[in-house]
């Protein structure tokens, strides 16, 4: 694996200039003034920036993880991979159940059921 | 050498020709070192507040007997592979055959810090989700100055503000991208067999050393942003509002007991002033209020305690797990440097290697979410 | 060997010194009080020419009644024409004193003193109010007297004396010594200790009695405090979870004893919480837990037919947190301010200012205990993935690994959510966080969901191993295979994943997401499918079979009848409505212990039974098994059972006391009430010392217990062709007669050669078996 060349470079080198360049990206997409994309799409620049940052992630994620991780092109990557991806579905319900449900349920209560209402 | 010699002490060093030590102890201490840190941290700060000098002792002697406990490991590891003793046991049962234990070890390890990771970002999503964005607050004007109002400032709110502000961060993410290729280049020369003995300790202990040495830059950097802030050259502070040091988030008032928080975005008078900065949309209840006198206008003041304490601890478990990788890093550079890295034992670097990429990557989420967004 | 002792006393001076730390300061008044060290600064021993009186106090106080009362003195320090004058201090266990004047001022409601004014007299007056409770009352005065001012020379401080009076009322109803439950708990916690200690010193006496002496205690000890074989630290777990297993029973005994009658003032609500916070805690954490990891240890790598562990030192490590995590957990129990939150810890109390101190060390000590279980749980993964012997597939492991597979896969991927709340506690309360500061829009519920996110899952991972011990005794009892081999294994798997998404059913009157509550409610129905289909096939095992009754099977048999029962009742609770009036109540009580003793205790003594000849190579007394199984049986369900009843009646859980009346009135019960809980006390305490047969068994068995065969039972996993007990080194007995590490040959080989289409689709993934083609590294 150490030794694969894609287009006569280096794997390891070749990975590092592409994160190195969509890196430089994230923090320009940052910096930058989307106002003007913003308004023509009738959204916020928080939202764009938001899109532009999680569509980077992803590549950047696959690309440390396949290549610098060896979970590409070794003989045990496929297993490995699986392994990897196994907890999958458990963060998946973390997120959903945990992170993503009802953040205002504590506050939210309806009266009758707050402490001290006991009107029966 | 003789049968007696077989069981060599538990303190180390450990003749690895006849498979993993049976005897250790490095866990017996290790736990007790655990368990007196713990024990002295919680009697020393209670709620925040300093308890007293009496047990700041005992804090140390736990990190001592820590770090006691880590040497006698090192001492019972060091002897791995330096003459030629391996003792890399492979996999027997379907579907992992043939592949190192340690390898598989190293991955169902990084099946658990997926999860710790999932449930600190769920924290984060149900209080950013959960709690109404200080901006929002400020513009719906639904608060009146000198009462606190209880919203979530994001740290990016801060960090990316300005260029000067992002730039320990954005250095970071750099330093880490650069030390995960660092690393993978110590594996490679590690591995290669047509390469002198001489050169490949020396490309190694280079490699590990500079990896090393960027994950000190990384927390260095971290204090720098969180506590310690940095001086501007003369030629900058005019794009700095005149100021000639960029603040910390400590300074800043950023603060995990930050109840009365105040910002110069939301001041109206300071929006009024720097008109150039800083707007309050014309659709927005506040303009609407302010224009018929029913706000007073005045700095809002803000309970943003949940939001510094989500920020200050993602990012300081993300930033232990770099601390960890230093120990770790110590240990090998330490170990390449005396030639200990052969071609037949260079998985180890590949191991600690995948845990170290798994760092960058989890830096790979906290970055945008943290800092930028 | 001089620098091993060394190691062994340090070890012992610093776990002592973690001990004294904290008992040292936690009294509630500091060591130096007033009652104890007396007037100090007035010299330090005291005078018997000083005799102090107190004046106006009953034989006998009435409730609430207020006595006028004065303090005053006779004696001390003579000299020709000088009034004796001076001070006092005067403390009251119960009730509350007033002060009348100027002369006397009041530090709190027990404790008064004299003022500068009061500074020069003989005596002072008082008022106390009686309290409202029968309890005997304590009042020690001190006095000091002194020359008074008439000496011209100094006399205002020579001769300078003290002593003080000790006084203890009654109630109009007479009360006997209040015995302090913690204390009774300390006492009992360090006799069981010490007892253990002696039993320790004796194994290694009975081992070599000519070699009795430090020399060869020292190594010995130390062998056992680093060992990384899996057989010695499954023995460690063992005893550990043995010892909180009996520290957990004494601390529910306490309770029954609190429960027996209505009213009872035994244990003040304030200890209550403590006490029934540790045992949740004890029994989960620091005896289910660390027993499971002791079956597993010894038997994971026994039937894989494995040398040892894959990580062994990592083992070592999982094992030597549990301990010291007991001490900071138990660090509460002998300061008097214990965790009080209950196990499950719920915010935003566990946060507060009226949670105890010690709920900072219960989190400290179970972060430790979340980093062990993790630890454990990538051990016996890796292991168990990868150390099966050569032509064990999957579908070949035997069921008690396949169950300690799921549930180590349950635990290590839940309990990270609950080590990232707990560290999220222990933050808030050490260096004020603001996880669950509600005043700054913190979500007590967060706390809930991640709890319960592990919560969950983590009562299917003490159920599980119990499951898999079922397994193999009723297959080994009934003399055949087990029934459907692949829905067992699909059961378990199907236990597992479906343990992660009902946990909701926790939270239903917690005001949490409707849509989750009833997508919730439906899975939790689920659950009792693989479990159905489990309870099935153990049935349809003893039908097909010709059954052997031996301890370990009767067992087996009670633990059918409970765990059906238990989780019948467990069935009510996913209905929204119904869990609404039951929450809270003794029916959950009687639920859970159902399942997790008529389960999981009634399980792991199954396979103490079964697996003691093989780990300790002596037999158990058979007659004294089956004695021990009749008295907890029937005891135990005398306990449990009638709690059903009270919790439909409406007896809350969590609560210090309950009463009973007549009349139909909110919040009573009815009389009978009084009655059963009178009788689970009973059953309680039987039950607790029906399990002091096995022990005994035990101690019989390892001083003159006939040595056991290599496969007492007729069983054919892999740990029977070991020897009794295993090697050190573990090694088998092949069929060729050689010992080695074995290889399996069963009547299904070629299930494990030929791949179904789902592992053929997933033989793509995999790496090449070696025969099939050169692997190079």
Known sequence: MAEKTVFGMDLYWLNFYGLMILTLIEVLAVGANLDPVAESLGTEEKVITLWILTIIAIPKFIMIAAIFMHLYGDEDSGILTMTALFPAFFILIMVLFVGLTHPEAASSLPDWCRPGTYGL | MSDADHHPSAWGPHDWSHGAPHNSWSPFILSMGVAIFLFSLAATFEWGEFQGWGNIPLIFVGLGV?????????????SFGMHGEIFEPKSTGTPFQNIDIRKVAMWMFLMSEMMVFTALFSTYMRYRLGIPNCKTVFQSGEWVEGTAVTCFEPAGHLIASSWFHIAPGAINTFALIVSSFTIVQALRYAKKKDIGED???????RYLGTTWFLAIVFLTLKMVEWFLGFPLPEFLHEYNHGDSTIKSLYAEGFLINADNYQHHAFDTEYIEKHPEDYSIPEDSALYAMMQDGSHQGGKMFANIQVSATTFYVTTGTHGAHVLGGIVGLTYMTLKAARGGYTPDNAVSIEYFGLYWHFVDLVWVLVFPFFYLY | MRSRTKGAIIAIVAVTAMLAIPSAQSLPGGIAGVQQAGCNCHGAVPSDTVVPSIEGLPESYNYSETYD??????????????????????????GSLAVNDATAQLYNENEVGHTEAGNDQVSWTLTWTAPATDTNVDFV???????????????????????KLAITLGGPVEVLDEADPFVVLGVLIIVTATLLAFTLVFVFYRKDPEAFDWDNFAPWLADWLTTTDHKKIGTLYFIAGLFFLGVGGIMAMIIRIQLAVPGNDFLTQEQYNQFFTLHGTTMIFLAAMPMINGFANWMIPLQLGAADLALPRINAMSFWLQPFAALLIFTGVFSGHGADTGWTGYAPYSVSDGAHYGTTMWAAGQIMLVASSTLTGINFLTTMAVMRAPGMGWMQMPLFSWSILVANVMLFLSIPAFGVGLIQVYLDRVIGTAFYDIAAGGDPLL???????????????VILPSF????????????????????????????????????????????????????????????????????????????????????????????????????ISGMFFPSIAMDTHLHESYFVVAHFHYVLVGGTVFGFFAGIYYWWPKATGKMLSEKLGVLHFLTAFVSYNALFWPMHRLGVWGMTRRHHTYFVTTEE???????????????????GFIFFFSNFIMVFNMIVSSVRGEDAPDDPWGGWSFEWMTSSPPPDHTLYKLDDGSWGLPTLKDANEHIANEPGWLSSWFQRLMVEDEDKGEVTH
């Open chain 3, 665 to 683: 009135a909110l919040g009573s019960l009815p009389m009978e009430a009084a009655g059963w809980n009178m009788f689970i006390t009973v059953s």
């Open chain 3, 141 to 163: 005065l001190h006095v000091n007297s002194v020359n008074g001012n008439a000496d011209g020379a100094g006399g205002g401080t020579s001769g300078d004396m003290w002593n």
């Open chain 3, 468 to 567: 898999g011990i079922i397994s193999e005794v009723l297959a080994t009892s009934s003399r055949r295979s087990v029934f459907g081999y692949r829905s067992m294994v699909y059961a378990l798997a199907g236990i597992g994943v479906v343990a992660f998404i009902v946990y909701g059913h926790h939270m239903f009157t917690s005001g949490m997401s409707p849509t989750l509550r009833f997508v919730t409610m439906l899975t939790t129905m689920l659950v009792a499918v693989p479990t159905g289909i489990k309870i099935f096939n153990w049935l349809m095992t003893m039908h097909g079979g010709s059954l052997v009754y031996r301890t370990h099977t009767l067992w087996a048999l009670g633990f059918l009848i409970t765990f059906t029962l238990g989780g």
């Open chain 2, 66 to 78: 820590v770090s006691f406990s880590l040497l006698v490991w090192w001492r019972q590891d060091m």
């Open chain 3, 447 to 461: 706390w809930s969901h991640l709890f319960w996110y592990f919560g969950h899952p983590e009562v299917y991972v």
């Open chain 2, 199 to 205: 050169v490949r300790r020396r490309k190694v202990t």
């Open chain 3, 69 to 94: 009362i004065t303090v005053s003195f006779k004696g001390g320090p003579s000299q020709e024409g000088n009034v004796n004058q001076g001070g006092f201090h005067l403390w009251a266990s119960k």
